[in-house]
């Protein structure tokens, strides 16, 4: 498990809030809510519990497609009662089971939550599920990570600074 925790939302949802907002602003209405509406029996659409309902993305992120839990009522981790974790832990436990009965068993799941400080009532919090898949068997090594994938934040293994310190001298001497 990985986990981030930040001030600022990234972005991905940085993104996303703005769209709501905008949206909020334009219609009157909380996109999410509105998504769901016209998912619900559509083609994309998985099942609903007491907490969340599941689709299947209209457009997915991961290159095994993805499954997107959107919370009723909710914008955010902490607002969920330990009944509702539950209910999200049994149908995300069916998820994953569909995905491991079909050969996969590596995933990311992030959680996109409303600004805490916030509470605009625009965001209803969402979690992405994508399965992952090894481009290299024997070093587990998977596609992607969460971090492109997921949260759309580039990262980079070693800070500009050593790499230039690295490579000047060897340039140097060309």
């Known amino acids: 498990m990985q986990v981030a ?4 939302p990234g972005n ?13 602003s334009a219609n009157g209405s909380v996109f999410a809510d509105d ?5 619900r029996d559509g083609p994309r659409w998985l099942m609903e519990d007491s907490t969340a309902a599941w689709i299947a993305p209209f457009a997915p992120i991961g290159a095994l497609g993805d499954v997107m839990a959107v919370f009723h009522q909710r914008g955010a981790i902490e ?13 995300l436990t069916q998820v994953v089971s569909y995905f491991a009965d079909n ?5 990311n799941l992030s959680f996109f939550p409303e600004q805490p400080a916030e509470k605009s009532g625009r965001h209803r919090l969402t979690a992405r599920l994508l399965p992952r898949f ?12 969460y971090l492109q994938l997921l949260l759309q934040e580039a990262f980079c293994m ?12 060897a340039l140097q001497n060309r």
Not at 5 to 8: A, E, G, I, S, Y
Not at 35 to 39: A, C, F, N, P, Q
Request: hydrophobic fraction near 45%; glycine fraction near 2%; charged fraction near 20%.
């Open 134 to 145: 090894y481009l290299n068997n024997s070093l587990h090594v998977s596609d992607a990570s």
């Open 79 to 91: 607002e969920l009662s330990d009944a509702e974790i539950a209910v999200f832990a049994a149908s």
């Open 5 to 8: 925790l930040t001030q600022h």
């Open 12 to 24: 991905r949802l940085a993104r996303e809030l703005s769209a709501e907002t905008a949206y909020l």
């Open 158 to 169: 070693r800070f500009p600074e050593t790499l230039a310190a690295q490579m000047r001298p």
């Open 35 to 39: 998504l769901i509406r016209s998912e």
């Open 103 to 107: 050969g996969l068993s590596s995933f």
